[in-house]
């Protein structure tokens, strides 16, 4: 009699310590992150804007908010922008009260992976525009375009810190070169920072970049 009771006590007491293997191989496992990934955004950014071929509508990608360089246009960074992209532009693409705003919805509300900040290597635009007067040197005009980039994406770090902190949002700070500037091609789309990461190297083995090929890589990432 004894035995049977320790027996029964034992059969309430025992699950509570070590649950059973097989229940807990039937539990749902939840996902840290949601929805779109941002290495598929920054893949299809770069994919669009090697090929130009015609492609189908599809769901919002990405917040941009880009300089406003004539040929700086949506469609040169992807392919069918209309309903893809949330876009704000202006003068130095800076986070004015008007884009705060705009951008507060795509990562607040929406929900967007990836705010893609977007300059153009463009010296009559940019000498159009600055209160300083434009270096003279190709170097110079990359230093400055690059240093006014960099500020932009501390400042949108800063404001979505935790989003980017948790995985789910980033910051990629890019120069669209309608220049030619840094030899890779015209128009070609160069990304310089992604959350305040500026190194060439660290770019290139970044999460974010994890669907690229080693040639697009070497390409589109870094200065």
Excluded at 72 to 84: E, K, M, Q, S
Excluded at 144 to 165: A, C, F, G, P, T
Aim: charged content about 20%.
């Amino acid at each position: 009699m004894l035995n049977i009771k320790i027996s029964a006590i034992a059969a309430i007491i025992f699950p509570l310590f070590f649950p059973l293997t097989a229940n807990a191989s039937m539990r749902p496992v939840l996902k840290k992150r949601a929805g779109l990934p941002p290495f598929t955004v920054v893949r299809e950014l770069v994919h669009d804007n090697d090929d130009r071929a015609p492609a189908t509508e599809g769901n919002l990608l990405c917040a941009w908010l880009a300089d406003s360089s004539p040929g700086l246009t949506p469609d040169r960074i992807i392919v069918n922008p209309a309903g893809r992209m949330l876009i704000v532009r202006n003068a130095t693409a800076q986070m004015t009260p008007e884009a705060t705003r705009s951008m507060d919805l795509a990562i607040r509300k929406l929900h967007l992976p990836v705010l893609l900040i977007t300059r153009a290597s463009d010296a009559r635009y940019m000498g159009s525009i600055s209160s300083r007067p434009l270096p003279r040197t190709t170097a110079g005009r990359k230093k400055m375009l690059e240093k006014e980039i960099d500020n932009s994406v501390r400042q949108v770090v800063s404001r979505y810190r935790k989003r980017v902190r948790n995985g789910r949002l980033v910051v990629i700070g890019s120069i669209f070169d309608q220049g030619n500037w840094y030899g890779r091609g015209h128009g070609l789309l160069l990304l310089i920072n992604i959350n305040g990461v500026k190194d060439p190297g660290a770019l290139r083995a970044h999460q974010a970049a994890v669907l690229l090929n080693a040639e697009q890589r070497h390409r589109h990432l870094g200065r």
